[in-house]
């Protein structure tokens, strides 16, 4: 008997000395993909961490998309092709692929959140006639506040429409692509800038044009650039102080793409100057942000190398560059804003992460609303995040009158199956006895039944001193759940949301 006791613990021994083994050969592996990802992705953008995806989106979808980046040919059914140019070889791949595969999830944790209160909070629906033989591709709404108007362009029926009265809908210009940006004219603008992205597609082929426009009924759009790839915000810009409108440009692109500055010359010929030329540029903020005097520039890019970045004047004609906040490359960036959300007078950083059309189409449980506190010296700290899949765009401003900043979301990927109310949301600021805590109160205004928005814009468009809601609706595929059918209207092109605040008299 003592004979055996002392194999049984021998073969014990032997079986945990062979697992420590294991064990400790899949850490090393582990530890020799992770460098290997380190070396070869994050010198392009953020690391992301394997938990971000599932297991089967590493591996079906990013992973291949990166192996391309690398000069590995890729063939069906995840057989990849090492050929002279790779830049890496076919073992140290296997072990990264290893790495990513080894601990990324089987699924992406989708634990439920407060839900959002179900009313109508300050607005009520306003909608223009549909027409019930087209299929809304809606892709531009802007309210201008001078002319209680709203304008719209889509992708089917290239041109700029204003609609007076919601329903008194008439052509301001036909355009060679679909407008996606405009900007109304103001004191130091007399004309309208349009851009137009070019087209849906994501190659770099896809060219945009930009244009001016002037009151003049009679006028045609001026062309000021047409050989940028994908821009997608044109504002102006004297950024050198020489009395010509220059004008800034964000171009998402798609390998390639940038930040520009389109500058006037003396003969009023535009140039193209590159601030940073990276695609993903998706939206910027023009204003003084260190007080000397100069127009300074802070930049979301959404595409890759995913972040905010601030470009200071450096009064000699360039920018010097410094990175504000920077964010994984499957966040899928989708917009930002400046306000001061806390209240400190200090400006916050309001953004959204819920861009969901590349190689990670999955719902994920860090897209939504972020607020990033202003601290001073141009640093920020996370304050605030509240989760909504797909989340496109946030907009801030004091809907209810009360002295403080509130928020409206879209969500053009939203979980269409099991919270379509999250297509748009409205963040009402809730005081807060604690002046360290920032509050807010969600309110799912009914109606996900009425669009599928990917544009908002907010202003006062019936003048009555509080901003109204405009949302344009796009219904042309780009449905990521498998089987899914529109459940909403697909005719309509957009919906105003008024706002029934009385100013002085918060509800």
């Known amino acids: 008997m003592k004979s055996k006791s002392i194999l049984f613990l021998l073969l014990v021994a032997i079986s945990t000395w062979v697992g420590s083994c294991k064990q400790t050969a899949r850490t090393e592996a582990v530890l020799a993909g992770k460098a290997l990802a380190a070396k070869h992705c994050s010198g392009c953008h953020l690391l992301p961490d394997p938990t971000l995806l599932d297991k089967a989106t590493w591996k079906n979808g990013v992973l291949p998309a990166m192996a391309e980046q690398l000069g590995i040919e890729v063939l069906e059914g995840n057989i990849y092709l090492h050929q002279k140019q790779s830049a890496i070889s076919s073992?140290?791949?296997?072990?990264?692929?290893?790495?990513?595969?080894?601990?990324?999830?089987?699924?992406l944790d989708d634990s439920e959140k407060n839900a959002p209160v179900d009313d109508w909070a300050l607005f009520s629906i306003k909608k223009p006639k549909a027409d019930s033989l087209i299929i809304s591709s809606t892709l531009l709404v802007g309210i201008d506040s001078a002319k209680s108007s709203i304008y719209t362009s889509d992708l089917e029926d290239p041109g700029i429409y204003r609609f007076d009265n919601l329903n008194h809908k008439q052509l301001v210009t036909r355009l060679p692509s679909s407008a996606i940006d405009i900007c109304f004219p103001s004191a130091k603008?007399?004309?309208?800038?349009?851009?137009?992205?070019?087209?849906?597609?994501?190659?770099?082929?896809?060219?945009?044009?930009?244009?001016?426009?002037?009151?003049?009924?009679?006028?045609?759009?001026?062309?000021?650039?047409?050989?940028?790839?994908?821009?997608?915000?044109?504002?102006?810009?004297?950024?050198?102080?020489?009395?010509?409108?220059?004008?800034?440009v964000c171009a998402f692109g798609h390998n390639l793409g940038g930040l520009y500055i389109?500058?006037?010359?003396?003969?009023?010929?535009?140039?193209?100057?590159?601030?940073?030329?990276?695609?993903?540029?998706?939206?910027?903020?023009?204003?003084?942000?260190?007080?000397?005097?100069?127009?300074?520039?802070?930049?979301?890019?959404?595409?890759?190398?995913?972040g905010i970045w601030l470009f200071l004047n450096n009064k000699m004609g360039g920018f010097a560059t410094k990175n504000v906040l920077r964010f994984p490359s499957v966040y899928g960036s989708s917009s930002f804003q400046f306000a001061d959300v806390t209240n400190d007078g200090r400006p916050d950083i309001v953004y959204t992460a819920g861009d969901n059309s590349d190689f990670s189409r999955i719902l994920k449980p860090y897209h939504g609303l972020y607020i990033f506190e202003g601290k001073g010296n141009f640093e920020f700290g996370q304050k605030y995040f509240y989760p909504i899949h797909g989340c496109m765009k946030a907009l801030a401003a004091d809907f209810d009158k009360d002295g403080d900043v509130d928020i409206a979301t879209i969500a053009f990927f939203a979980d269409f199956e099991k919270r379509p109310?999250?297509?748009?949301?409205?963040?009402?600021?809730?005081?807060?006895?604690?002046?360290?805590?920032?509050?807010?109160?969600?309110?799912?205004?009914?109606?996900?039944?009425?669009?599928?928005?990917?544009?908002?814009?907010?202003?006062?468009?019936?003048?009555?001193?509080?901003?109204?809601?405009?949302?344009?609706?796009?219904?042309?595929?780009?449905?990521?759940?498998?089987?899914?059918?529109?459940?909403?209207?697909?005719?309509?092109?957009?919906?105003?949301?008024?706002?029934?605040?009385?100013?002085?008299k918060p509800l």
């Not at 009023?268 to 030329?277: D, M, P, S």
């Open 91 to 107: 073992t140290d791949w296997n072990r990264l692929v290893a790495y990513y595969e080894t601990l990324a999830p089987e699924m």
């Open 189 to 248: 603008q007399p004309q309208t800038i349009i851009t137009c992205m070019g087209g849906m597609r994501a190659l770099d082929v896809t060219k945009g044009q930009i244009f001016t426009l002037t009151n003049d009924s009679n006028a045609k759009p001026k062309v000021i650039s047409d050989d940028l790839t994908r821009p997608i915000k044109t504002q102006p810009i004297d950024f050198n102080k020489d009395g010509l409108m220059d004008y800034l």
């Open 262 to 306: 389109l500058k006037q010359t003396n003969n009023h010929i535009f140039e193209k100057v590159a601030i940073r030329e990276v695609p993903g540029a998706t939206d910027s903020i023009i204003r003084d942000f260190n007080s000397d005097g100069w127009p300074d520039v802070m930049t979301l890019f959404a595409h890759g190398d995913e």
């Open 421 to 504: 109310k999250e297509t748009f949301l409205y963040f009402e600021q809730a005081k807060s006895a604690e002046q360290s805590k920032l509050g807010f109160k969600p309110h799912a205004v009914p109606i996900y039944k009425d669009g599928r928005w990917i544009c908002m814009n907010v202003q006062d468009y019936d003048g009555d001193g509080d901003p109204d809601i405009v949302l344009g609706n796009y219904s042309k595929g780009f449905l990521n759940q498998e089987n899914l059918k529109p459940t909403w209207d697909v005719h309509m092109p957009f919906v105003l949301l008024e706002n029934k605040t009385i100013p002085g």
